[in-house]
Nanobody
């Protein structure tokens, strides 16, 4: 059984910062790509930031220069540092991990439970 547990969401004023964390636990061989997504009500879930096991990162245009994704492979944890937050960043954030059960598979995507980020004065 693999679980992703998120933390770090909350309420912040415009221009403020938050740091999200997502830790993978359970029985598995390795965690490959990890990423953060967000989904506003009535909209599709969108990719915010991603990071490979080697540290290569990617960002949505809307967060470039404001958000930073990182990971600690020893802890199977991914982080999302969010700076200069704006009201339009308000929504639920989800982490996703590509988890391998053995060296050659099987593999599957797992999702966190979601954490609410609210940017408001």
């Amino acid at each position: 059984q693999v679980q992703l547990v998120e933390s770090g969401g909350g309420l912040v004023q415009p221009g403020g910062s938050l740091r999200l964390s997502c830790a993978a636990s359970g029985s598995f061989f390795r965690v490959a790509d990890m990423g953060w997504y967000r989904q506003a009500p009535g909209k599709q879930r969108e990719l915010v930031a991603s990071i490979t096991s080697g540290g290569r990162t990617g960002y949505a245009d809307s967060v470039k220069g404001r958000f930073s994704v990182s990971r600690d492979n020893a802890k199977n944890t991914v982080y999302l540092q969010m700076n200069s937050l704006a009201p339009e960043d308000t929504t639920v954030y989800y982490c996703k991990a590509d988890v391998w059960r053995a060296l050659t598979g099987p593999r599957a995507d797992y999702w966190g439970q979601g954490t609410q980020v609210t940017v408001s004065s």
